[in-house]
């Protein structure tokens, strides 16, 4: 059975990126062909005559598929600024984001299609990280990054996902502050207010261990 998720933060750099990494060697290690997509990347370095974004590459790196780069970030820009000012005047378009995943869904079991930033952060001035996942008929995994003030940007980010009309499939907290205080009664106050399952708790790590990472989800078996 074939399954995708859309994978969204509570704010840009709150661990997206190594959280989608780990899944996909999770369900590698349940027995699953995947594949990841990074659709929209800003920050990115010129290489073999094109722009490249080192999330996207770290994410085609832990991939089945062989698809081409240009099908697992099809838009890459050079600043490292919001995609909505770093596009300039190209025109981030949906069908074409659309064709690329469709290419993708079609080698693998899972997908995993990560985001620019945060639920509502603008890819263009078009369309944001909730309109593409609407677009995409996808259900979404919520990143939360474990730090002060983490509480109202989950809640806030929950909220916003249920009124788009999507379905939250779990949420990931990531330990970005290893002496945060009061970080196991933070966990217990989310996993009270957001009716979905907690899938993993990823600790602090100040280098990646994707290995290790991907142990830590112990119930991702019920998305699939």
């Known amino acids: 059975m074939k399954s995708?998720?859309?994978?969204t933060g509570t704010d840009t750099n709150i661990g997206k990126t190594w959280t989608t990494v780990a899944l996909l060697r999770k369900f590698k290690l349940l027995g699953l062909k995947v594949a990841g997509m990074k659709p929209?990347?800003?920050?990115c370095d010129w290489q073999d005559g094109r722009y490249k974004n080192p999330d996207a590459l770290l994410i085609q790196a832990n991939s089945d598929s062989l698809a081409d780069y240009e099908v697992i970030n099809p838009y890459?820009?050079?600043?490292?600024?919001?995609?909505?000012?770093?596009?300039?005047?190209v025109k981030v378009s949906l069908p074409t984001i659309l064709r690329a995943f469709e290419a993708l869904y079609a080698q693998a079991d899972v997908v995993l299609v990560e985001g620019a930033g945060g639920w509502l952060s603008p890819l263009s001035l078009e369309y944001d990280n909730a309109s593409l996942a609407i677009a995409m008929q996808l259900p979404v995994i919520l990143v939360v990054g474990m730090r002060l003030g983490c509480i109202n940007h989950a809640l806030l980010s929950y909220?916003?996902?249920?009124?788009s009309g999507v379905h939250c499939a779990g949420w990931i907290a990531v330990v970005l502050d290893q002496s945060m205080p009061g970080l196991a009664e933070n966990l217990?106050?989310?996993v009270a207010r957001i009716h979905a399952p907690l899938l993993g708790v990823m600790p602090f790590l100040p280098e990646?261990?994707?290995d290790f990472l991907a142990d830590r989800f112990k119930c991702v078996e019920r998305l699939i």
Do not use: N, R, T, Y
């Open 4 to 7: 995708a998720f859309f994978i």
């Open 208 to 210: 990646a261990d994707f």
């Open 76 to 89: 890459a820009f050079a600043l490292p600024i919001s995609p909505h000012l770093a596009c300039g005047d």
């Open 188 to 190: 217990e106050i989310l």
């Open 40 to 43: 929209v990347a800003s920050g």
């Open 159 to 163: 909220q916003a996902i249920q009124h």
